[in-house]
């Protein structure tokens, strides 16, 4: 079981990082995440945020389901709690000391030999993570930081004081993934989420798909995982009878 759990690990994220490095080397952010006045004009004085003319997107399903190039500063499906450097480097520590823990609690469910749906489940949130720590851990170290990108700021101003901290745990977590479908015009509002017009806005990468799947599998579970144990408790409990 544990070459198994440690296989389906290696293979997440391998993927993981291969889609995002690919991402980030062959494709190009869209104009909206572009700061303009970040670029210096050519030497026919025309700014091109795209000199190398990469691919923006990929309608991988039209009109459903398509690929671009983004990064954020947060957690999963761009998660974050603050905008100042101390909200990064607090995330990025806080999901160190998680994957320390889960991987803790894995290796101990693959010692106890626990059911593999389970194990599986917590092996899909530990990739997922992981996959996105390295992100924050090595990226900086490996690509440069691009102020001409509205990611690479703290701030909508956009100024070099805005611009976000490099280093280790300061890493963006590139994105890619993202559905197209809109809510249709009869909708009411308040049932959107935000203030988008996308029924599921957020941009995400394979890694935040292993962590929906791992918690996803948990919860469709949860009775027997959980209920198991709980029978089990009851009739190790022992009952009395009153008699009058």
């Given at each position: 079981m544990a070459k198994k759990i440690i296989f389906i690990i290696l293979l997440i994220l391998t993927v993981d990082q291969v889609?995002?490095?690919?991402?980030?080397?062959?494709m190009a952010p869209t104009p909206g995440q572009v700061v303009f006045h970040q670029l210096e004009p050519d030497?026919?004085?025309?700014?091109?945020?795209?000199?190398?003319?990469?691919?923006?997107?990929?309608?991988?399903?039209?009109?459903f389901?398509?690929?671009?190039?983004?990064?954020?500063?947060?957690?999963?499906?761009?998660?974050?709690?603050?905008?100042?450097w101390w909200g990064k480097l607090f995330l990025s520590v806080f999901r160190l000391l998680a994957i320390i823990g889960i991987g803790y609690y894995l290796y101990t469910l693959?010692?106890?030999?626990?059911?593999?749906?389970?194990?599986?489940?917590?092996?899909?949130?530990?990739?997922?993570a992981f996959g996105n720590l390295i992100?924050?851990?090595?990226?900086?170290?490996?690509?440069?930081?691009?102020?001409?990108?509205?990611?690479?700021?703290?701030c909508s101003d956009f100024t070099n004081e805005c611009l976000r901290p490099s280093g280790f745990l300061f890493g963006n977590v590139v994105d890619m993934f993202h559905f197209t479908v809109e809510w249709p015009s009869w909708w009411p509002g308040w049932l959107r989420i935000g203030d988008s017009e996308r029924v599921f806005p957020?941009?995400?990468?394979?890694?935040?798909?292993?962590?929906?799947?791992?918690?996803?599998m948990i919860i469709l579970r949860y009775?027997?995982?959980?209920?198991?144990?709980?029978?089990?408790?009851?009739?190790?409990?022992?009952?009395?009878e009153v008699t009058e």
């Open positions: 889609v995002k490095i690919w991402v980030k080397t062959q030497e026919d004085g025309v700014i091109a945020y795209n000199p190398n003319h990469k691919p923006e997107e990929y309608k991988l399903i039209p009109g389901f398509e690929m671009t190039y983004t990064e954020n500063q947060g957690m999963a499906f761009g998660t974050k709690i603050s905008n100042a693959i010692r106890e030999q626990k059911g593999f749906g389970f194990i599986l489940s917590i092996g899909l949130i530990f990739a997922g992100d924050s851990m090595l990226y900086d170290f490996i690509f440069p930081l691009e102020p001409q990108y509205t990611f690479n700021y703290t957020a941009i995400f990468n394979v890694a935040d798909i292993s962590i929906t799947f791992g918690v996803g009775r027997s995982i959980f209920g198991k144990k709980k029978e089990s408790v009851e009739e190790e409990t022992p009952t009395t």
